[in-house]
């Protein structure tokens, strides 16, 4: 039998564990201890609310506060990482509807109408298709009539790709919504790069995409660079890929963009591998609105992209056959910025998900 005393330090031991789990939100949240940032979550944080003079706003001080202190709480990141880590990792649930949780560690972004098309609900909404194609078929005529060559290349999502790691729910459609637009725009002559036979068949090799992110990664963009010179160069012979073994890995780690909407930050990072020329290496992955790569060969053509963040994967490589290279992040038609480029060809490259949006802009009549 425990005596009074054991009995009673015992209690109080009691006590100032569960006070102490009560403290440790204020307490942590107080002195900024374990709290995500905005960036980690890929959303905005409730601000800490204003209280006015005017006592007819008082009513939603409370909510707001609750709001704000659901987000910057204490140990929020320890809490949120080892929840999110037993839905995942132990159960295979997601915990958003954003993200699947495929086979073998394996994720899929799924928000939106991303899967539709993939799973046989939808392809183009009336009128869609007919946008998307008039949108890429004005660029077309714009540069045409300025005897510059335009070419399309979507990358495919990672389910594309790899279906087979997909949750067994998942079935895959007869047509996809990419396999509409690019039979439509040989329909209406735009050049068309299709690299999805060409990743298949690479994929044996090793991996193509992130498990834990969207993105493909280097050897994926090594594959896509090759089609595009041996397309490019049918117009310009000058221009050929460059062998993979003039070119080597650059590597950093990095949180996946599945893994950060699934709460799996700090400890779950995947090792981003880019390639970049041997013979240069002051070359680096370069990330920014419009980047421009000048290469010291005046007789190699000038060429414009208009990019989303998949081509962050080629643009190490296909700088090295162009003598100026130009990088809009924007899918849009941007007159001002060829006319001021000048270039020989346009690229325009855009992910498949992508399809799920409206059209992009096309040039003013």
């Known amino acids: 039998m425990r005596s009074p005393r054991y009995q009673a330090v015992a209690d109080t031991a009691l006590v100032v564990m569960f006070a102490s789990a009560l403290l440790a939100p204020l307490v942590g949240m107080w002195l900024g201890i374990g709290q995500l940032q905005a960036s980690e979550e890929k959303r905005q944080l409730a601000p800490l609310p204003r209280i006015t003079p005017d006592f007819r706003s008082w009513d939603t001080v409370p909510p707001a506060f609750t709001a704000y202190f659901n987000d910057h709480f204490g140990f929020r990141e320890t809490l949120v990482l080892d929840h999110a880590a037993f839905l995942v990792r132990v159960l295979g649930e997601s915990t958003t509807p954003d993200v699947l949780v495929g086979k073998q560690g394996w994720l899929y972004y799924a928000h939106g109408r991303t899967m539709d098309s993939y799973r046989g609900l939808e392809s183009f ?115 050929h890929p460059y062998p993979k073994s003039d070119f080597k890995y650059s590597r950093r780690k990095a949180t996946g963009d599945l893994n950060a909407m699934l709460g799996l930050t700090h400890g779950y990072e995947e090792e981003l591998l880019f390639l970049v020329p041997k013979s ?64 020989d060809l346009v690229l325009f490259e855009l992910v498949e998900r992508r399809l799920a949006d409206g059209a992009p802009l096309e040039p003013s009549p």
């Open 125 to 239: 909404h009336p009128g869609e298709l007919d946008q998307w194609v008039t949108a890429l078929r004005r660029m077309r005529d714009w540069l045409a009539s300025r005897k510059i060559p335009f070419y399309v290349i979507i990358p495919p999502d990672k389910h594309t790709i790899y279906p087979e790691y997909l949750p067994s729910s998942v079935t895959l459609s007869a047509t996809t919504r990419l396999d509409t637009l690019l039979a439509a725009l040989r329909e209406a002559k735009v050049d068309v790069i299709d690299i999805r036979d060409d990743l298949r068949r690479a994929k044996s090799a090793g991996p193509l995409y992130y498990l834990t992110d969207t993105h493909w990664n280097g050897d994926a963009g090594y594959v896509a660079y090759r089609a595009i010179l041996l397309e490019i160069g049918r117009t310009f012979p000058r221009v």
């Open 280 to 343: 240069d290496s002051s070359v680096r992955p370069e990330v920014g609105n419009l980047v421009i790569n000048v290469h010291n060969d005046p007789q190699l053509p000038r060429m414009v992209m208009l990019r989303d963040s998949f081509a962050t994967f080629l643009m190490t490589l296909l700088s090295q056959n162009f003598s100026r290279a130009a990088y809009l992040w924007d899918n849009n038609f941007n007159a001002a910025l060829i006319q001021s480029e000048k270039p």
